[in-house]
Every structure is written in structure tokens, then in C-alpha cells.
């Protein structure tokens, strides 16, 4: 599986985002070591970090590592966690480009005199103690990349200037207290990496959500409601996706099948109900498929159990009534294969047959399986406008 933004998703670690400190804007110093700029500033960008960095640590109550003992004077770049740019020639000057405080257990607010470090590219503050809101001048970092806010008590709505910021890429908020609705314009932003879990968001998921460019998004352990949207079957990038631990009703969309790149999708802990969509069987990628504690029935069949590259497959507490013989050699072939709290005759560990007389959630999802294997290519065809796919239905060979 490729590792890109996504560390152990599916455990929800909290990990801070690994920075390369050498990738952006040259070569960086600073973070606790000397830069040897001479006292005083050497230019206006730098007296300006220095105002916001005081203004920052005297809204700081509680520092137990003592870093910001070393934020004393204005050599800038010695403060621990703070990096900068070494100038490359007479005419380039020392910026202030990164803040990386993760798991330093720092207890305070963001204050607004943080806009003025116009020049940082990331700014990571994983695990530690942080409250309040978001500032609203939190706008003019024009050319932030990377914002790690995750693993902290942030509260209020979403922080919604975070779209306002045209270089944004990497977005972590999650492990916080955030609530209400996620705003559309979200999903219409050029990010690679949305990390939403673990946070009291709630209603439902916007309608333009197919708009994401996004690699992995992460909506587990929310509040949210309604069905799945069915543009998300149109997100062409999503290796990993994340929706346990809601309250998502409704079918699991057919278009699931266009990801033939996905590798983990977990739909467990929500209130899907119906029979599994033909499409897939398309999810030639898949290493992590979770469908557990739902509501959904009708029949495993092959051509879930043989996707190739499946290492996990959870399709517990639901009310399957069988699988497939291909299911079967899933245990042959190391796969972890979970099919408890049923509805399967003659297997051990399944639901009392009283709870498997009706159908959850009524025939709205029920599907007739077909008796022909599906042509995952016909399921979507290029296009020359700007929309990468024009869906269509899946057609099946005569």
C-alpha cells in the first residue's frame, strides 16, 4: 500500500506530518540552532516574525518541555521550532518558512499577530493543548501548505479560512472539537489530504464532495447523517477514505466501483442497509475493505472475496444470509476475513435466527445480483472537458 499522507489509518494514530525540512524555499536552519544573524533584524520580514512569535508566546500558559525559553531576543531563528531559509546569495533574505511544535504539550491560543509570518509553508502544532478558534488573519498566510492542527482543543465551527488559503494541500484538524456542518467550498479546493475525524461535525455530507482531488479523506468518528453522496463515486485520486463511526444511512453508492485505485475503504459503524453494489467487484486496489456493524443483507459474492489484493475483509454485524465458495479460501490466502454476528446457516458466531426474520432497512437497496461478471473499464470512459470522467452505467459483456 502506498504510504502517502496517510499514516496507520485505520487505528487513527496520532502522528505529526513529516515535514522535509529542505524541500521548500532551499535549504532551512533554525529550530533551536543558532543562524548567526547578527543582532537586531536583518530585514523587515524577520522583525515582523519576531513581533508575532512574542505576541504567540505570551498567549502560551503552559510550556512544560521549556521551549520557549528559547524564544528570547531577536534571532528568530534559533527559536525552537521555528526554521528558516539560509539566504543562498547576497540578495536572498533569511525568512521565517516553517512553525513545527508537535507533541511539545503547549497550552494557550492562536493569536492574530500570526498572519504577519506571511511567509511560513507549514505549520504544524500536533498534540499538544492549543484552544479556542482559528483567526480569522490566520487568511494571510498566502503561502502555508501544510496545516497540522490535529490532536488538540480547538472548538467552534469549521474554520472555514482555511479555504481561504490558495497553497493549502495538507489540512489536519482532526482530534479536536470542532462541530456543525462541513462547508462545500471544501471540497472544490485543490487539497491532497483532508483530515476530519475524531470531532463533533455533524449534517450531512456536502453534494459536491466527487469535486476533491484529494488522495485520502477522513470523516470517522463524526456526527454525520444522510446518505452518501453520489458524487463521491466521481473523487478520481482517493487511495483512502474514511467514514466509520457515523450515522450514514441509505445504499452504498453502485458508482463505489469507479476507485480502481482505493486501498482502504471502511463504511463500519454507520446504518448502510441493502444489498452490495456489482461495482465492486472493480476495486482491483483494495488491500482494506471494512463493511462492518451495518445493516446490510443479501449475499457475499465472488467477485468480492477474489479482489486480488484484499489483506482485510470485515463484513461483521451485518445480515448477510451466505457467501461464496470463493470466501472460503480467503483464510487459504492469509486474508482476515471477519463475517461474525450474521446471518449465515451453519457458521458459528451468527445472529439468533429471531433477528434475522425481516430485512433492515426495508427493499430500498435491494439489488438482483447479476449472473455476468461486470466490465470494470466500461464503468467509466475519458473525457476531452474539464470533468476527468463521464459516468455512465456499467455495461455488461452479451
Same mark, same amino acid.
Given at each position: ?261 482505493? *486501498? $482502504?475503504?471502511? %463504511?463500519?459503524? &454507520?446504518?448502510? @442497509?441493502?444489498? =452490495? !453494489? #456489482? +461495482?465492486?467487484?472493480? /476495486?482491483?486496489?483494495? *488491500? $482494506?475493505?471494512? %463493511?462492518?456493524? &451495518?445493516?446490510? @443483507?443479501?449475499? =457475499? !459474492? #465472488? +467477485?468480492?472475496?477474489? /479482489?486480488?489484493?484484499? *489483506? ?5 454485524? &451485518?445480515?448477510? @444470509? ?19 454476528? &450474521? ?56
Amino acid at each position: 500500500m502506498e504510504k502517502s499522507w496517510v499514516l496507520p489509518l485505520l487505528l487513527l494514530h496520532i502522528l505529526s506530518a513529516k515535514a522535509d525540512f529542505n524541500g521548500v524555499h532551499g535549504m532551512w536552519i533554525g529550530g533551536g540552532i543558532s543562524s548567526q544573524t547578527p543582532s537586531g533584524f536583518s530585514n523587515n520580514r524577520l522583525s515582523k516574525a519576531f513581533t508575532a512569535l512574542q505576541a504567540w508566546k505570551s498567549a502560551i500558559t503552559d510550556d512544560p518541555f521549556k521551549i520557549l525559553d528559547t524564544w528570547v531576543g531577536s534571532d528568530v531563528c534559533s527559536y525552537k521550532g521555528v526554521f528558516c531559509t539560509e539566504p543562498n546569495d547576497m540578495s536572498t533574505n533569511t525568512l521565517v518558512v516553517g512553525i513545527d511544535l508537535n507533541h511539545f504539550s503547549l497550552k494557550g491560543s492562536l493569536v492574530k499577530e500570526l498572519s504577519l509570518l506571511s511567509d511560513i509553508t507549514i505549520f504544524h502544532l500536533n498534540s499538544n493543548k492549543f484552544s479556542g478558534t482559528i483567526p480569522d488573519s490566520f487568511r494571510d498566510l498566502i503561502n502555508l501548505s501544510e496545516l497540522d492542527l490535529s490532536n488538540n482543543q480547538f472548538s467552534g465551527p469549521f474554520p472555514s479560512v482555511t479555504i481561504l488559503l490558495p497553497n493549502l494541500i495538507y489540512l489536519d484538524i482532526r482530534f479536536n472539537q470542532f462541530s456543525g456542518p462541513i462547508p462545500e467550498d471544501l471540497f472544490n479546493k485543490n487539497l491532497d489530504a483532508i483530515f476530519l475525524n475524531n470531532n463533533q461535525f455533524e449534517g450531512q455530507l456536502p453534494q459536491n464532495l466527487g469535486n476533491s482531488p484529494a488522495s485520502v479523506i477522513t470523516f470517522a468518528n463524526n456526527n454525520f447523517s444522510g446518505t452518501i453522496p453520489f458524487s463521491f463515486s466521481m473523487v478520481s485520486q482517493i487511495k483512502e477514505v474514511l467514514f466509520l463511526n457515523n450515522q450514514l444511512t441509505g445504499c452504498i453508492p453502485e458508482g463505489i466501483g469507479f476507485f480502481s485505485d482505493i *486501498e $482502504v475503504l471502511d %463504511l463500519s459503524f &454507520n446504518l448502510l @442497509s441493502g444489498h =452490495l !453494489p #456489482d +461495482s465492486l467487484s472493480c /476495486l482491483s486496489g483494495i *488491500e $482494506v475493505l471494512n %463493511l462492518g456493524h &451495518n445493516q446490510l @443483507s443479501g449475499f =457475499l !459474492p #465472488d +467477485s468480492v472475496c477474489s /479482489l486480488r489484493n484484499l *489483506e482485510i475483509l470485515t463484513v461483521s454485524y &451485518n445480515f448477510f @444470509s451466505g457467501f461464496s465458495q470463493e470466501c472460503t479460501t480467503l483464510f487459504f490466502r492469509n486474508v482476515g476475513f471477519d463475517f461474525s454476528g &450474521n446471518c449465515i446457516p451453519g457458521r458459528n458466531m451468527q445472529r439468533p435466527p429471531p433477528d434475522c426474520s425481516g430485512i433492515p432497512g426495508g427493499l430500498n437497496c435491494l439489488r438482483i445480483p447479476s449472473t455476468r461478471p461486470m466490465i470494470c473499464s466500461s464503468m467509466y470512459q475519458k473525457s476531452d472537458n474539464s470533468n476527468p470522467y463521464i459516468v455512465g452505467p456499467p455495461i455488461l459483456p452479451p
